[in-house]
């Protein structure tokens, strides 16, 4: 009993000797502090809100909603392609009208409407065995527009990137909405027949348009819709150094002419004084 006595009465003075050294109590109170600060700061990063505030920040950052429809991000790389599904043996039944084709070419590529013979905007395509197909979206694209006209029939049509638009006339039906963001190849009508082009009998007239300019959609099929910009701007800069050549050869025309008149008028003024001089001797002869 003695000895235990002892032990207890040994241990409680070496506590009470800890306790008397000046660092025991700060050291207590800086280990207490940073044990709650701890759990504050574990609780903070995983408590139920912050966890819910993750969870919105995955949904608003995936890149992809099943409940939507998948569609190519960067479509200005796509390669333009014909209306129509791959499996549809089909026919240009009018060309696009060009201003450098031959006289032919030109002749064939009108439509004659209303006593009048009007130049071919775009493509006329129908099928071999002239019966009705499904129209495609040529790229991927949004719907601008979807009508009803009495003359061309269904109109749709579909914005690209870099200004770039397809346009679909002479639909017998229609598939998408203003509004809808279509997919390459995804079946937006179907072929029908309008009162403008009656000679195409059931068809679709099919339109490339870059910055509202109607190009011949033969020329980029297989190509990318970026290098239609590049082409348009190229053909541009050449017509423009087309006419600045023109003005320079009308500029040395005009130097020539005016040169021209000039050393007649200096002939002229010289056969005078040969004259003059001529008279002038005879007088004094």
């Given at each position: 009993?003695?000895?235990?006595?002892?032990?207890r009465i040994s241990q409680s003075s070496k506590l009470q000797k800890l306790l008397r050294k000046r660092w025991v109590f700060p050291a207590i109170y800086l280990m207490s502090a940073a044990?709650?600060?701890?759990?504050?700061?574990?609780?903070?990063?995983?408590?139920?809100?912050?966890?819910?505030?993750?969870?919105?920040?995955?949904?608003?950052?995936?890149?992809?909603?099943?409940?939507?429809?998948?569609?190519?991000?960067?479509?200005?790389?796509?390669?333009?392609?014909?209306?129509?599904?791959?499996?549809?043996?089909?026919?240009?039944?009018?060309?696009?009208?060009?201003?450098?084709?031959?006289?032919?070419?030109?002749?064939?590529?009108?439509?004659?409407?209303?006593?009048?013979?009007?130049?071919?905007?775009?493509?006329?395509?129908?099928?071999?065995?002239?019966?009705?197909?499904?129209?495609?979206?040529?790229?991927?694209?949004?719907?601008?527009?979807?009508?009803?006209?009495?003359?061309?029939?269904?109109?749709?049509?579909?914005?690209?990137?870099?200004?770039?638009?397809?346009?679909?006339?002479?639909?017998?039906?229609?598939?998408?909405?203003?509004g809808d963001t279509v997919k390459q190849g995804q079946v937006i009508g179907k072929a029908g027949q309008n009162i403008y082009n009656q000679e195409a009998k059931t068809h679709v007239h099919?339109?490339?348009?870059?910055?509202?300019?109607?190009?011949?959609?033969?020329?980029?099929?297989?190509?990318?819709?970026?290098?239609?910009?590049?082409?348009?701007?190229?053909?541009?800069?050449?017509?423009?150094?087309?006419?600045?050549?023109?003005?320079?050869?009308?500029?040395?025309?005009?130097?020539?002419?005016?040169?021209?008149?000039?050393?007649?008028?200096?002939?002229?003024?010289?056969?005078?004084?040969?004259?003059?001089?001529?008279?002038?001797?005879?007088?004094?002869?």
């Open positions: 009993m003695r000895e235990e006595e002892k032990n044990i709650i600060l701890t759990a504050v700061l574990w609780f903070q990063a995983n408590g139920p809100d912050n966890a819910q505030d993750k969870q919105n920040d995955v949904s608003e950052g995936t890149a992809y909603d099943p409940t939507e429809d998948a569609v190519e991000v960067n479509s200005a790389m796509e390669n333009l392609a014909m209306p129509v599904l791959e499996e549809v043996e089909t026919v240009i039944q009018k060309s696009f009208y060009d201003d450098q084709a031959s006289k032919e070419e030109q002749e064939a590529a009108l439509v004659f409407y209303n006593n009048t013979y009007h130049p071919n905007t775009g493509i006329d395509i129908t099928a071999k065995d002239g019966s009705s197909f499904d129209v495609v979206a040529a790229a991927s694209g949004t719907v601008t527009n979807n009508e009803k006209d009495p003359l061309l029939g269904y109109v749709v049509e579909v914005e690209h990137a870099d200004g770039v638009v397809t346009n679909y006339q002479s639909l017998e039906n229609v598939s998408v909405e203003v099919f339109e490339v348009r870059k910055d509202g300019v109607a190009v011949n959609p033969n020329s980029y099929f297989g190509k990318t819709l970026s290098t239609i910009k590049v082409e348009a701007d190229t053909t541009a800069s050449e017509e423009e150094k087309e006419d600045g050549a023109s003005e320079s050869e009308s500029t040395d025309k005009d130097e020539q002419s005016e040169t021209e008149e000039s050393s007649d008028e200096e002939k002229g003024e010289s056969d005078v004084k040969e004259e003059d001089s001529s008279t002038s001797f005879n007088k004094t002869a």
